[in-house]
């Protein structure tokens, strides 16, 4: 079942008299349930096409439907509020609270969602110990290190059961072994979790650990050496 | 609007944050406040010295030569058992009627051998004085006897002598003449509080006046208090005005209407002021924090959640700032005397100005906190997010 439709998405930016397109076009579509990687040089666009799915930027033309959602229509507030009930985003560097406790932090999202206070409680409980940080509770980003950090980032986008969590290069800056822990994290997020995974990245051997990998060249997307058509064309 | 907003403890640990930035901002904000609060106490006190005096019910009848200053009257002396017995209405009690024959003026007055002087308001009064003006309270010692003077309470801020000076006991040398101290009145801030009461009768031998400068007279009613108006009318022949005490303490507000329109710009112009230490915080604590905000925006935080809380952040200072206010200027404001050419009063730190002071206060949290805000959310949250 696809879960995620991008359609004929182009993106645009107007860089003085040139005109960058860093989208040109690009269909994709991910099923409940998939771990999808995404590889591209630099400045490809592998980004842009990440927060497009993550509702945090808009279109230039085409649609991204989300859960039978399209998001291309929606206003910047009811845009806010179905970020908060469908996504959950991992950045490079966690970008955690830094006056927040790693529990704050990760009841964060929960704060949007209509819910009991010991539901929340319950919740963030099952994200801590889901990523391995349960005695981390009380403690500040600064007193963590850099994969701690990363990981309290992990439980936050995925405490609220988000449709879909985005990640844009979640191991960018981490060292080798830390690298490991949280793609083995990712994949455990996926696998025992069953959620959906969009993550960016430049290491091979993280988007090996993906279900699928796809490539941004040129503006457009390629899984296993194709060029990604739409899925009606694809089905005929 | 369920559960839309940030967490409380989000904008207030974040004021911890810069704790020495967030610190000198309160200080400035706390003398913003202050400063505020001493020019409406000002305003304040001279409103309620005049206002205070004034009641309906008291005419003061006075001669028309002197204009509106009766510090130039001159009235016969057998004007006040005229009135009493030409006007119906006077308010009485006990056989006595209520009315003030007054000896008032404008004199030298010094203290320890002429080492200190100053120029004070004498009023020659009788028994009855009280009585018409009844705000007056004899707050220590007794009503004076012959040689002897009443000083108001704040009668030593007006002459600029030290409160001690003036105590009951303490001799006051004016018109040739030494003065011992019997006892202090208070009149609920009213103007006569910064004058001398003696025995009119003294006052007149040391003068070598037989008239009078005024006579106050309470009547019953409004109605009779128009009599007394009609009757100074009639009769011609004694050149007499009559106007109530209202009407005259508000037409001496109106003097001091310029100075109070000043006192208003400065409230203005020192609270303009407050806005730059505000705006200057909020836009070193939104600049250092563009990337945060939008990830709070990427989770799902309104821009609407996000202005919010910055302006709690800025107007939990500008409240702190407002309680530090207040508590100094209940401490060392409230009640500080002012000199005036007119008299003296006190500087009043009441309820409207506190209300005055923490509006202030959160204006300028709030209009503080708007441009840094705008600033931060202008950005699209994918630039943003990248934002060192
Ligand atoms: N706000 C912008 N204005 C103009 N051009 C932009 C803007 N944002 C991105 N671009 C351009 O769009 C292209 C794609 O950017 P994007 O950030 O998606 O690349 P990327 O694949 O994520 O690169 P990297 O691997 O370095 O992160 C780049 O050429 C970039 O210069
Ligand atoms: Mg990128």
Known sequence: MA???VIAVSKE????????????GVNLTIGEGEFVSLMGASGSGKSTLLNLVAGIDQVTSGRIEIAGTDITQLSRGKLADWRAAHVGYIFQTHNLIPVLTAYENVELPLMLLPMSAAERRNRVGIALAAVDLTNRADHYPRQ??????QRVGIARAIVANPTIVVADEPTGSLDDNTTEQILTLLQRVNRELGMTLLMVTHDTDAASRAT?????ERSELYENGTRLAPRALRTA | MFRRLLPWDYGVRNLFRRPSRSALTLGGLSIVVLLVLVVVGFIRGLEASLAATGNANVMLVYAISSGSDIENS??????????????????QRHGVKYVSPELYLG???SIADGQQEGLGLVRGVTTTAP???QQVQIVEGNWPGPGEVLVGRLTHSKLGFEREALAVGQSLEFDGRKWTVSGVFAAGGAAYESEVWCPLADLQTT???QDLSLVAVAMETLDAAADVDLFCRERIDLELKAVSEVGYYADLQKHYKPVRMLGWVVVCLVAGSGVFAGLNTMYGAVVGRIRELATLQAIGYRRRAILLTLIQEATLLSCGGALVACALGLLFINGTAIRFTMGAFMLRVDSVGIAIACTTAIVLGVVGALPPAAKAMRLPVVEAIKAI
């Open chain 1, 212 to 216: 699928r990998q796809l490539r941004l």
């Open chain 1, 13 to 24: 930016y107007q860089s003085g008299e040139e005109i960058i397109r860093p989208l040109d």
């Open chain 2, 131 to 133: 009585l018409v003006r």
């Open chain 2, 107 to 109: 004199t030298r007055m």
């Open chain 2, 74 to 91: 001159a009235v016969p002396g057998r004007t006040p058992a005229l009135l009493s017995a030409s006007v119906a209405g006077v308010r």
């Open chain 2, 207 to 209: 003068l070598k006046r």
């Open chain 1, 3 to 5: 879960l995620v439709e």
């Open chain 1, 144 to 149: 963590m290190s850099g994969g701690q950090e």
